[in-house]
C-alpha cells in the first residue's frame, strides 16, 4: 500500500515540477533568448544545473518549513501526495487564465488547508510566512522604483547589449595550444554584455531552484514511507527540467510580452532584484513566489523611470499639474550621447513618443492569482482532509 502511494507521489510530484520548468524557465531565460544571446536547449540544460544547485542548497531551508514550520506535525506520505494534488490542481487553474501559478504560495495553502483540518496549524509561522508575502510586493516596487528613477536612464544611456552575427567566440589554432579567441564580429563590450546575461540567467535559475523545488520535493519527504531528501530533490529538479526542454520553449519567446515590452537591460535589473529578493528570503525559509518580485520590480522600475519629470517634492504634495509622467517611459532607450534629463525636467520629445509602460490588466491578473491560488488551495485542503481525517 505505502509503495503504490509513494509512486502516486512520484508521478504528482514530477507534473508539479514539469509544470513549474514551463514557467520558470520562460521567466529567467525569456530575455536572453529574446535577445539571440542563447539558444532554448541551450537554456534549458542551464537552468536544470542551477536548478538543482540552489534546490541542493539553499531550497533545503525551504523544504524544512513546508515539511515541519507550516504545522505541528510531521507531513506523512498519504497527505504529502493530497497536497501534491492541490498544487497541481493551481498549477492547471492558472494555465487555464494563463498566467505563471504562485506554485510556493499555492502549497503553503495547502499545508495550511491540512493543518486547519487537523487542529495542528502553526499560526506563528504562518504570520510570518504572509508577512513577508505582504511586504515582499513593496519591497520589489521600491526597489525597482529608486533604480528607474535614478540608476536606470543613466545606465541605459552608456549601455548597449547588442548580439552581433556569427559566432561569439571561436577556436584560434594557428599556436600549438588551441585557445579560445573573439568571433568575427564580436567586441570586447559584446563578450562582457553577454556574459552578464548568461550570469544573470544562471542567478535566477539557481533561485528558481531555491524557491520552486521544494514545492515538488518537501511533500514526499518524511520518514514513514516518504523519500529521502536527496532522492526527492533529484526527481523534483529533473522534472523542473524536462519541463525546460519541453513546455518553456514557447515561454521564453512570449515571456514578458503581456506585463511590458521592455528592453533587456531592464528586464536584467528586474531579474537580479528579483532573484535576490527570493534567494534571501529562501535562505531564511520563507517559501516565496519568483513570480511576486518580478512583477512588482517591473512594475516599480516603469513608475520610477516614468516619474522623473517630477521631483520627490512635488510627488508628495501632488503639484504636478505642469509635469507629464509618461507611463512609457521603460520601453524605449536614451538618445544616444545626450544627457538623461535631470530630476523635474521636461524628458525629450523622442522619450514622450511611447507606448503604456504596463499593462494594467495583465498586473491585476497576476495579482488576483496571488490571492486565488493559495486560497483555493487551502479551501480544498482544509475540506478534503475534513471529510478524511485518517489521511493525515
Do not use: H
Amino acid at each position: 500500500m505505502i509503495e503504490t502511494i509513494l509512486l502516486i507521489g512520484i508521478v504528482a510530484s514530477i507534473f508539479v515540477g514539469f509544470n513549474i520548468g514551463g514557467s520558470s524557465t520562460g521567466i529567467a531565460w525569456g530575455p536572453a533568448v529574446g535577445a539571440g544571446v542563447v539558444k532554448k536547449t541551450t537554456a534549458a540544460a542551464i537552468m536544470t544545473v542551477f536548478v538543482f544547485l540552489g534546490g541542493w542548497t539553499v531550497g533545503r531551508n525551504v523544504m524544512e518549513t513546508l515539511s515541519e514550520g507550516i504545522i505541528t506535525i510531521d507531513l506523512n506520505l498519504a497527505a504529502g501526495v493530497a497536497v501534491l494534488f492541490f498544487i497541481g490542481l493551481g498549477i492547471l487553474v492558472a494555465n487555464i487564465f494563463g498566467v505563471p501559478v504562485p506554485t510556493s504560495m499555492t502549497t503553503v495553502g495547502a499545508i495550511a488547508g491540512l493543518g486547519l483540518a487537523t487542529d495542528t496549524l502553526n499560526y506563528a509561522s504562518m504570520a510570518e510566512i504572509m508577512t513577508w508575502w505582504f511586504v515582499t510586493p513593496f519591497i520589489g516596487f521600491w526597489i525597482g522604483g529608486v533604480i528607474g528613477r535614478y540608476i536606470y536612464p543613466e545606465v541605459n544611456r552608456r549601455v548597449q547589449i547588442e548580439k552581433s552575427d556569427g559566432p561569439l567566440l571561436v577556436v584560434d589554432r594557428r599556436g600549438p595550444i588551441p585557445t579560445p579567441a573573439l568571433g568575427p564580429n564580436t567586441t570586447r563590450s559584446e563578450l562582457v554584455s553577454t556574459t552578464v546575461v548568461l550570469l544573470i540567467g544562471c542567478y535566477m535559475a539557481f533561485s528558481a531552484g531555491a524557491s520552486n523545488v521544494p514545492n515538488a520535493a518537501a511533500p514526499l519527504v518524511g520518514e514513514a514511507g516518504g523519500l529521502d531528501t536527496d532522492i526527492a530533490i533529484v526527481i523534483a529538479t529533473l522534472a523542473i527540467g524536462l519541463g525546460g526542454f519541453t513546455i518553456a520553449r514557447r515561454t521564453m519567446e512570449s515571456v514578458g510580452g503581456e506585463l511590458s515590452d521592455i528592453p533587456l537591460l531592464a528586464a536584467l535589473f528586474v531579474m537580479v532584484i528579483a532573484s535576490t529578493i527570493t534567494t534571501l528570503l529562501s535562505w531564511i525559509g520563507i517559501p516565496i513566489s519568483l513570480v511576486m518580485g518580478t512583477v512588482m520590480t517591473i512594475v516599480g522600475i516603469g513608475w520610477g523611470r516614468a516619474t522623473r519629470p517630477i521631483t520627490v517634492r512635488e510627488a508628495v504634495t501632488r503639484d504636478v499639474e505642469d509635469a507629464e509622467i509618461v507611463p512609457g517611459a521603460i520601453t524605449i532607450g536614451e538618445i544616444e550621447d545626450d544627457p538623461v534629463a535631470p530630476i523635474g525636467e521636461e524628458e525629450p520629445v523622442e522619450v514622450l513618443e511611447t507606448g503604456t509602460l504596463f499593462n494594467p490588466q495583465a498586473v491585476i491578473k497576476y495579482v488576483s492569482m496571488w490571492i486565488i491560488g493559495p486560497a483555493m488551495s487551502t479551501i480544498l485542503a482544509y475540506g478534503f482532509f475534513r471529510l478524511i481525517p485518517g489521511v493525515a
